[in-house]
């Protein structure tokens, strides 16, 4: 009897052990829809709700119509109906190793990625921080580490390691879930200070729905982030973004030189003209 | 946290120097994370271009180089602590005009705010935070301050002053900040008469020299020059000085509350998710 109930207990503690030591089937799949570099990702945080597209080689990122309509719909509720209509355009794209910022329906500035790092680029026009909003989020760095050309990459930071799973109940959609939760880490060393940086993603139903940036320091922790997820799949649901290149002016950087110190901005023709004559 | 203090002190007392260094009476101040600390910063940075891309967790020590207003112009600051909340500020005149940008760290989170005079003349100070007199909580930046560690101030004096403190981190990669000489010098004005010298070798053939300039046996002066390489090879040499008006233990506890006048309106939430 002894011996059967103490089997019992190790063959219990191996699978007990063999599940806290796995991460969630479905991390494997987000691993290989981001790492094709085909993906949908529609999330929610404390800044907005955003989404974020990549399709054979082209990025586009912006907040979702949804989010931005909100509760005003009521004012306009032909807006709602044929509002869909429009042209959606992202409000950065990355195409053909350029980057364009829309300024409104029909225009953009854009910016070739050789030039995003040049010392004569006006730094108040924000191009440096154009490829990290087509970076995948940091919190979901677990899956695509190095998200080349648009992460910025800081060497201090390692890649993030697997923990442990376990379950932990989390409010989805308004309504308490057990969720299965896999823990991701990575230390921190300065030259005075510690700490570890986790990564906390939680699972519903074999679909990620949370993930959350955390710090760990002297015993506190503090979180960065947290990213409610709506949606990852690998296909971009049509009428997502509809870009019209041919009726969209663009501008160009500006570079110090006369034109930008006069503030007078000159159209550099369409987005089609500019894609055309590349970097 | 005092045990802590109390541990690394000991630490500190036994590992560093063998003979006393001037230099040991200020790294005691600033374990005791008591002080006040003014200076003026006389080698502001150059204009902040899109070649030093701001890294993705930003930096610890307040972005006064990447202010426009205070490019190029000598800046002055104040930073001071009471064990608990911390106050910095780095500013300046811009066109006849006192301006400021400032931090209050309190109770794990920061306020960032604009000081300001129209002219020199002015009684008292204008606050904008979000708004004219009104502030908002921001969340630390952890990151920053665990890679880059304790601000103090701008960038460079945030290096400067740490330059001081040992690496207590003892899987730090980063290099330390060593003595390598000290001795007498004279000055014409009589500002110094005793100098100590500490280099570090930083990563990728960067190298450090600080000289620490005394009056008998008070802080002045800073002074430091940075050679790097750029990557086409060449050699790329900064320079620093920065002059220190105060160096004490005692905190200005006036600092280290919002000014009279201006109002926090966070809305903080009841009970945080866990």
Known sequence: ???????????????????????QPAAETYRQIFQSDNFYLEFKDKWGERILTAENGIRMERMSYKYERGNMVWLNPLGAIFGGKENKNPEIMYKDGIYFQFIGKNQANYCAA??????SINPRSGWDKIPQKLALPDELAVFLWDDAPFKVKNSKIPAPNFQESYKKIFKVNGKDIECECDLYACELNGAKNSGVLYYELAYAAGELVRAKRYI???GNEYDLNVLEIVKIQSETPEGTFSVDEKNIQCYAPRMGDMADLLEQSQSAGTMQEILNKGE | MKKFLILALLIFAVSFHVEASRLDSYREILLSNSYTIKYTNVTPAPRVTNKDRVELYGKSGLAAESNDFLTNKPKDGVITADGQNKYEEVGGEVDGKQLYMCRLSKNGEDFFFTKYKNKESERKWKYVGTRRNRV??????????????????????????????????????QAEYKFVAQGEIEDEDDNYNFYEDYRADLDSGKVEIVRYYFKDNELKKIASASLDKTPSGEDYVRRYIIEIEKFSPVPEENLLQLPKGVKDETKRKKSKEA
């Open chain 1, 216 to 218: 760990s320091r002297n």
């Open chain 2, 136 to 173: 908002v909580a921001n969340d630390k930046n952890y990151i920053a301050e665990i890679l880059e560690n304790e601000s103090y101030g701008d960038a460079d004096m945030s290096r400067l002053i740490n330059a001081i403190l040992p690496n207590s981190n003892e899987n730090s990669q």
């Open chain 1, 114 to 119: 050789k030039d995003i790092n040049s010392e």
């Open chain 1, 1 to 23: 009897m002894k011996k059967l109930f103490l089997t019992m207990a190790l063959i219990f503690g191996i699978l007990n052990f063999g599940t806290a030591n796995a991460e």
